[in-house]
């Protein structure tokens, strides 16, 4: 199966201008905890609730004037909208992310893939309880 098969489509991106009060204005109207941060179509960045906290209010940003660009994680890990899901759940469990963002080859946006679609859309109880297994483990504290 593969990953078009079960992503969730046509995902709402925010501009890495926005502030990051509309960001998370935004992730709460969605009611979800990550939003692909896009300029064209094209994925540069994904900003999590996460990053609001602890790399812009933590660090005393003014969350109303502050955009997304200085909060986002830049380096993101994405997967094609042709990979096969198991592929991607070993994606997942490597770098302990319960969500993937999804391109064409074309290199634009295309979906979403989260823990959640592997569980429900896929069906298979053991692929969802091998990843969300391998995400939940502790990191490896930096010194």
Do not use: F, W
């Not at 709402?12 to 179509?41: F, W, Y």
């Not at 999590?48 to 812009?56: G, K, M």
């Not at 074309?106 to 969300?132: M, R, W």
């Amino acid at each position: 199966m593969n990953v078009h098969e079960i992503m969730t489509p046509r995902p709402e991106c925010i501009s890495p201008e926005a502030t990051l009060q509309h960001a998370a204005e935004r992730m709460k109207e969605l009611d979800v905890g990550a939003v692909p941060v896009c300029e064209n179509n094209r994925l540069v960045g994904m900003l999590t609730d996460r990053d609001i906290a602890l790399r812009s209010v933590s660090q005393g940003y003014d969350t109303r004037k502050d955009n997304v660009r200085h909060a986002m994680t830049r380096q993101v890990v994405y997967c094609y909208d042709d990979q096969d899901v198991t592929e991607v759940a070993d994606i997942m469990q490597r770098m302990q992310i319960r969500r993937v963002p999804v391109l064409d080859r074309d290199e634009c946006l295309v979906g979403i893939v989260s823990l959640g679609d592997l569980a429900v859309e896929q069906g298979n109880d053991h692929l969802a309880g091998e990843t969300l297994e391998a995400i939940s483990e502790p990191a490896s504290p930096t010194r």
